[in-house]
């Protein structure tokens, strides 16, 4: 059985370069950030994003996933350097 998905939109920080992605929902966040970074050609350090929630208002930790935070398919979310979810402090 294949892994459920959601259908979002994820915009890369700076360019304003927004891509129609399908992400695994029940996976955390840390696990596919590093492949989302390169999908949007973001060269920064990986352990520096955050990913934020701009339909919903949130950001998300490292270890959340998209489901149990609620995303719904065609929330927009950001890609950007910093936040909770950046490894770096």
Not at 32 to 50: N, P, R, T
Request: hydrophobic letters at 45%; a negative charge.
């Amino acid at each position: 059985m294949a892994a459920a998905v959601i259908e979002v939109f994820v915009c890369r920080a700076f360019s304003g370069q927004i891509l129609r992605l399908q992400l695994p929902a029940q996976h955390p966040i840390q696990d596919f950030l590093g492949q989302l970074a390169e999908q949007l050609q973001l060269s920064a350090d990986v352990d520096s994003l955050g990913l934020y929630n701009l339909t919903q208002n949130f950001e998300y930790l490292r270890t959340d996933t998209l489901a149990d935070r609620g995303t719904r398919a065609g929330d927009l979310l950001l890609l950007a350097p910093g936040g909770t979810c950046s490894m770096r402090r």
